[in-house]
């Protein structure tokens, strides 16, 4: 009996198996392509292309001039391509275009690519909807930028967006300062070149900051005089050397402490209190037009560290201290500072009769002292867009006198200092990691209404 009901349950499995492989596909699922940024990118063509799909016959590529692909550009709606890439051509000058692609398999078709978002180069068609044409030349729309990263995707972006670049690194001490009367010009060089090659301007960053010594001068064992002398030749060196190509400095970088109190910096200790009024001397004497600025950061919301960074400034004007201007660096965060607290320090600025920088700007919309977000929800990328908004418009509405600049503190949400120095995911630029616009892009034009 036993045996009869084992056989029977064999039977039974035997039978399934055999229906399941006549019902089952032939092969595994057709994998979904990934789609890559454009190159070859110029005023009517662009090259689109995306990854191999293991046993993909052909693709299906679709470019459209709107990001919800509901208007084709002719002939690109499901276009049969048999490379995994494709010179789409005929296209208009200037102007945003969408593409994603499909994988085909016999009758099979895959889901969609990610969408990749490229512009052609030329004059854009909708002018009004890039950040320096909106902000007219009232002021420079700025992006911190590296030598490596001047072409493809990003030459457009910084091209067709942005008036004003901002070397995030290279033009720091730690990466130009090699030894002693020694130095290394070949990051700033191509990022000055780059400038001038594209009519945008340069802000320089920074020429004194405790956060980028070089070891071999944190390690210095002769005299403090002659530090102040490596640090008085750096400095006339750096400014002598752009001349005419650099339109302004950022001299002295965050030399007040979070919570007050001047910063117990290497530069303090080796050159004594007045080491600042110095370093602005001597930028000065190295070239008589440049506009050279005091920058440091959360002076909106840090109270004591406002009254002690405005004390320093007054301080330098009291003394004929040559500044132009304050960059308040804008590391901030979707839901602070208020409005009222930006105004309050930005008026602090207009006060002294200075030219203001928003010199590194950036929102968080992951802030440290709320809950954490793995994705951005819509109310947390609304609320981020506004801030976005809010400091423009503060920005936008001050005296024309008194402008000079926003620079945003890079490009790509994936490439922004935030994701390294707080450790988790934020999004807190105006792109998307394949260039992309967002919405705080919107907020930004919005803020310039
Ligand atoms: O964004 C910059 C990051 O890539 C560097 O590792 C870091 C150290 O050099 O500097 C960052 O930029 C800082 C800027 O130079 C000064 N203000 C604060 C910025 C963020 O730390």
Redesign the pocket.
């Known amino acids: 009996m036993k045996k009869i009901f084992v056989g029977i349950c064999t039977g039974i499995v035997f039978f399934l198996n055999a229906c399941s492989k006549d019902d089952a596909p032939s092969s595994a699922i057709l994998a979904t392509p990934v789609a890559n940024p454009a190159t070859e990118i110029n005023d009517t063509s662009f090259k689109a292309k995306w990854n191999f799909v293991s046993s993909a016959q052909n693709y299906l590529l679709d470019v459209s001039l709107s990001r919800d692909f509901t208007d084709f550009v002719t002939n690109y709606n499901a276009k049969s391509v048999n490379d995994l890439n494709d010179i789409v051509m005929n296209l208009i000058g200037g102007t945003q275009y969408y593409y994603r692609v499909r994988a085909v398999r016999g009758t099979e078709i895959s889901n969609y690519s990610n969408v990749i978002s490229v512009i052609t180069s030329g004059t854009f068609v909708n002018a009004d909807t890039l950040l320096k044409v909106k902000a007219a030349n009232n002021f420079f729309v700025g992006a911190a930028v590296s030598s490596s990263r001047l072409s493809g995707a990003y030459n457009t972006l910084i091209t067709t967006e942005f008036s004003s670049i901002t070397a995030?690194?290279e033009m720091?001490m730690e990466t130009i300062f090699t030894g002693p009367g020694t130095y290394n010009w070949t990051q700033a060089d191509a990022i000055v070149d780059y400038a001038i090659a594209n009519n945008i301007n340069v802000h320089g960053?920074?020429l004194v900051?405790h956060?980028?010594v070089p070891s071999w001068m944190n390690s210095y064992t002769g005299t403090d005089a002659e530090f102040e002398q490596l640090v008085h030749d750096y400095i006339t060196a750096v400014v002598t050397r752009y001349v005419g190509k650099v339109t302004s400095w950022d001299v002295v970088?965050?030399a007040i402490n979070d919570g007050g109190g001047t910063r117990n910096t290497i530069f303090l200790q080796k050159m004594g209190a007045n080491y600042i009024a110095k370093c602005f001397q001597w930028a000065r004497e190295a070239d008589p037009n440049v506009l050279l600025f005091y920058n440091d950061?959360n002076t909106s919301t840090d109270i004591s560290k406002q009254n002690d960074v405005y004390a320093l400034i007054d301080d330098l004007k009291t003394n004929n201290v040559p500044i132009d201007g304050v960059g308040l660096?804008m590391?901030i965060k979707y839901d602070s500072p208020t409005k009222q607290e930006l105004q309050t320090d930005v008026d602090k600025v207009l006060a002294r009769n200075l030219k203001l920088h928003f010199s590194?700007l950036d929102v968080r919309a992951n802030s440290n002292d709320s809950q954490v977000l793995n994705t951005l929800t819509p109310e947390r990328k609304l609320a981020q867009k506004m801030k976005y908004r809010e400091v423009v418009e503060v920005y936008n509405a001050i005296p024309a006198t008194y402008k000079y600049a926003i620079t945003v503190?890079g490009m790509k949400y994936n490439e922004s200092?935030i994701l390294n120095?707080f450790n988790r995911v934020d999004w807190p630029l105006l792109f998307d990691n394949s260039f992309n616009r967002k919405v705080t892009h919107t907020g930004f034009l919005e803020g310039l209404e």
């Open positions: 995030e690194n720091k960053h920074a900051w956060g980028s970088n965050e950061y660096q590391h590194e503190w200092w120095q």
